[in-house]
């Protein structure tokens, strides 16, 4: 049975691995990557599924905002462990994202991704052509969703990180991590 639960900090090595297998390290070359670096997931909309205790899909949202200053939340990555693809793994976490940020409060969602897949979920281009990513992309795949009618009236311009830092190890705390890194190795 698979399970779609928010994802907890014991999931971090998993879907980072889930992650790797599915999009490779040039992942991190990726124009959305720029609005993840450093920052946070928003809070209680980061999502896995699970099956017989394995992470074999995620999806994660991030708070963005326009030029306009119109909030958003950028979705992605969503990856589905390749063995356990056309299960419908991957609509399960775009559903259960989508309805938790409407929940929530959030007006829209922004994603760069396949318009045949996500259009299924709602996501079109009709109201990103006036926005811009912080480096190179293909705007036929910035799509969007606006979770409440006029979500999205008078986005444009570039869309920036907004959500919360990561927060910064002081040295003490950093030379633990390594420790710890170091006993995990040698284990």
Request: hydrophobic fraction near 45%.
């Amino acid at each position: 049975m698979i399970t779609i639960r928010q994802e907890r900090p014991a999931d971090t090595r998993a879907r980072e691995a889930l992650l790797d297998l599915c999009f490779g390290q040039g992942r991190f070359d990726k124009t959305s990557e720029r609005l993840r670096e450093g920052r946070l997931p928003a809070d209680d909309l980061s999502f896995v599924a699970v099956e017989h205790g394995r992470v074999i899909g995620t999806v994660r949202l991030w708070n963005i905002s326009t030029a306009a200053a119109r909030p958003a939340l950028l979705l992605g990555p969503l990856a589905v462990a390749p063995d356990r693809r056309r299960r419908g793994v991957g609509a399960s976490l775009m559903r259960r994202a989508r309805s938790d940020a409407r929940r929530r409060g959030h007006r829209a969602l922004i994603l760069v991704g396949d318009a045949p897949y996500y259009g299924r979920f709602g996501f079109t281009a009709a109201k990103t052509s006036l926005l811009e990513l912080p480096g190179p992309y293909d705007a036929a795949r910035l799509l969007a969703l606006e979770l409440v009618p006029g979500g999205l009236d008078g986005a444009r311009g570039l869309i920036r990180a907004t959500g919360q830092l990561v927060p910064k190890l002081d040295s003490c705390a950093a030379a633990q991590v390594s420790q710890s890194n170091i006993i995990s190795l040698a284990a």
